[in-house]
């Protein structure tokens, strides 16, 4: 399997700063911004935006967690041994405008879980989507409002976001399997 850096710690940094940016340019009011990030790398990247949001405006940010373990249609094939980590959504959704934040947009299999998981806590008024790394291949009609870059791919190849949380560096790399 061959390894290619696409995205290294600098431009990392930068791309998240500049999503950062698009998310308050959207609401200039400075209303409140609801970030969930999808557990397990949407969360440090939710983390990594809410700092910026709020280094670079007066704008409040209210961060939740969210495990779509159960809400995942390929759960018995994919992860037989799935373990629950557990939700944190320590605000009420209900009429918030919500942004999803993963890591890879795949096939939107995952962005459907994590919406259903959503909407079981309550109605939100909007919910969008933040993605580090769009690569295309969808079987489900979503799209991610904020992409932190496109980066079109064959079946056989896959991308890895790296965060420091987990994988001791930051950075994205795209593999192809031999």
Known sequence: MSEKLIIDEQTMKRTLARLSHEIIEQDPDGAPVFLVGIKRR???LAKRIRENIEKFSDIHVEL???DITLYRDDLTERY????LS???IPFDVNGKHIILIDDVLYTGRTVRAAMDALVRLGRPARIQLLVMVDRGHRELPISANYVGKNVPTSRRE?????VEEYDGKNEVVLFTRE
């Open 42 to 44: 949407g969360v440090p």
């Open 64 to 66: 939740g967690e969210l």
């Open 80 to 83: 037989p041994d799935a373990r």
């Open 86 to 88: 557990g939700s944190d």
């Open 158 to 162: 896959f991308i890895s976001v790296r």
